[in-house]
């Protein structure tokens, strides 16, 4: 395992140690893991969502007609919020 020295703003110091004085972690170590983990994966969750923009935007450009009818956005968002949900599973898991 890595070691990394940073030096922390004051305010932020004071917020993880009480957070660790509150029991959220076991210790400074600990609570900077899981923060660089969690950073880790919001960043490649921004990077899928933009990359099915950029599919959407090139279908679109295209001329795929991906929402037609009412039936087609309602489908569209329910796929969408099923994907959502899956990986918050995977993440919670």
Do not use: C, W
Request: hydrophobic share 45%; aromatic share 4%.
């Amino acid at each position: 395992m890595g070691v990394v020295q940073v030096r922390l703003p004051e305010e932020l110091q004071e917020v993880i140690d009480r957070q660790v004085a509150e029991g959220r972690a076991v210790d400074v170590d600990a609570y900077l893991t899981e923060a660089a983990r969690r950073y880790a994966e919001d960043l490649e969750f921004e990077d899928d969502i933009i990359s099915e923009a950029k599919a959407g935007i090139a279908d679109i450009e295209a001329g795929h007609k991906l929402v037609a009818t009412r039936d087609d956005l309602v489908a569209m968002e329910k796929g969408v919020m099923n994907r959502i949900r899956e990986r918050l599973a995977d993440d919670q898991g």
